[in-house]
């Protein structure tokens, strides 16, 4: 029996069943995948195929062929979805000058999918309030000033959470030293 990955996308172990339906003798069954060094690859010796300590990257979809002397292989597919608690990859923190617009932005992988929530302080922030916006799309979350003060400047706080958990990190919007769009040093 063989098991092979077909595409990875973007629990602590895992198991595959296949159960084919004309087969009467099973062959070792085995995966091999883009995440495994050359030549490796998970073993089984029954229509089973148990992964210890799943990685978030091991996520995708799994092919499992039973071969005999008797019959044409029997092949069945599975997907694999190993969900995680959230982690922000990528936040950034942003110089923009009074009276400008500026854009904090906080970008969380997880699955399933994060929720987010921004603060400042002890505050949660909502569209609409002291002019701000928020916009959740996805993996990405933006803070978003349409006309930024000087009582704007100050550290905000990005939280991702999902049902396993949740994390947060602080962003800066600080003044911009000259002219728009040119980065200066915080104040």
């Known amino acids: 029996m063989q098991w092979r990955l077909l595409q ?8 595959c069943e296949c159960a084919p339906s004309l087969v009467s003798q ?10 495994l060094p050359e030549g490796q690859g998970f073993v089984s010796e029954d229509e ?21 002397d008797v019959a044409a292989p029997d092949v069945r597919k599975v997907k694999i979805t190993v969900n995680y608690p959230p982690y922000i990859s990528k936040a950034k923190n942003m110089g923009v000058s009074v009276g400008q617009k500026g854009i904090l932005s906080c970008e969380a992988s997880a699955v399933p ?58 962003i800066t919007l600080y003044g911009e030293c000259g002219k728009p ?4 040093s915080a104040t």
Request: aromatic content about 12%; proline content about 5%; charged content about 25%.
């Open 8 to 15: 990875i996308p973007p629990p602590p172990s895992s198991r």
């Open 26 to 35: 099973f062959h070792d069954c085995f995966l091999s995948a883009p995440f």
């Open 48 to 68: 089973y195929l148990e992964i210890s300590d799943i990685k978030r990257d091991q996520s995708g979809e799994y092919e499992c062929s039973a071969l005999n």
């Open 113 to 170: 999918t994060a929720e987010f929530q921004w603060f400042r302080e002890d505050t949660r922030l909502a569209t609409g309030l002291d002019g701000v916006r928020i916009e959740n799309k996805g993996r990405i979350s933006t803070l978003t000033f349409f006309n930024v003060s000087e009582k704007d400047y100050g550290n905000y706080t990005c939280v991702a959470t999902n049902k396993l958990g949740n994390t947060n990190t602080s």
């Open 181 to 184: 769009g040119r980065m200066g």
